[in-house]
T-cell receptor, first 111, second 111 residues
């Protein structure tokens, strides 16, 4: 069974640009979660999508947005990038109520 | 304010020693999970505990969920260098809620 795949693995952007991160969940998992893991700050919840709908959103500004496609894959968009957006962005998938399976993450560096 | 607190923050021990790490909250959780994360990778689910007082064993790892479902512990017997990593506890308040992560305990097992 293929795991959660994220792309790209690394992304370097300039302050003010936009970044798009992609995630493909495990087959059969309808929920996709996005977390930000900045150095020293732990995993901060960003967004939760299930069956194409946004179910919950963390305490992040509106320039963090995303969507889930009919095949349950998801993308996270970050607009007007700031230096402090540099972090490891992790995507996880699950069946409702079960533990998460994480991808290896996208390392976003804003310069 | 962290909903989930973990202690200790850092732990460095010799191979063969035993250790316990703790996860505490003032909130009640319907389930708690433990993950292990290695550098540059996503967290990997170790166990989910759902019943107050529940004890689960995974080889040399023993997980316990507090009776009041507000805390959990992870005990490792005869630690090995392969146990090195960041141990994260995570909880959800209901089966249909997002998972909240603690800040983690960074474990280093020295040969």
């Amino acid at each position: 069974e293929a795991g959660v795949t994220q792309s790209p693995t690394h992304l370097i952007k300039t302050r003010g640009q936009q970044a798009t991160l992609r995630c493909s969940p495990i087959s059969g998992h309808t929920s996709v979660y996005w977390y930000q893991q900045a150095l020293g700050l732990g995993l901060q919840f960003l967004l939760w999508y299930d069956e194409g709908e946004e179910r919950n959103r963390g305490n992040f500004p509106p320039r963090f947005s995303g969507r889930q496609f009919p095949n349950y894959s998801s993308e996270l968009n970050v607009n007007a990038l700031e230096l402090e957006d540099s972090a490891l962005y992790l995507c996880a998938s699950s069946r409702t109520g079960y533990g998460y399976t994480f991808g290896s993450g996208t390392r976003l560096t804003v310069v | 304010t962290q909903l989930l607190e973990q202690s200790p923050q850092f732990l460095s021990i010799q191979e063969g020693e035993n250790l316990t790490v703790y996860c505490n909250s003032s909130s009640v959780f319907s389930s708690l999970q433990w993950y292990r994360q290695e550098p540059g990778e996503g967290p990997v689910l170790l166990v989910t505990v759902v019943t107050g007082g529940e004890v689960k064993k995974l080889k040399r790892l023993t997980f316990q969920f507090g009776d009041a479902r507000k805390d959990s512990s992870l005990h490792i017997t005869a630690a090995q260098t392969g146990d090195t990593g960041l141990y994260l506890c995570a909880g959800r308040k209901t089966s249909y809620d997002k998972v909240i992560f603690g800040p983690g305990t960074s474990l280093s097992v020295i040969p």
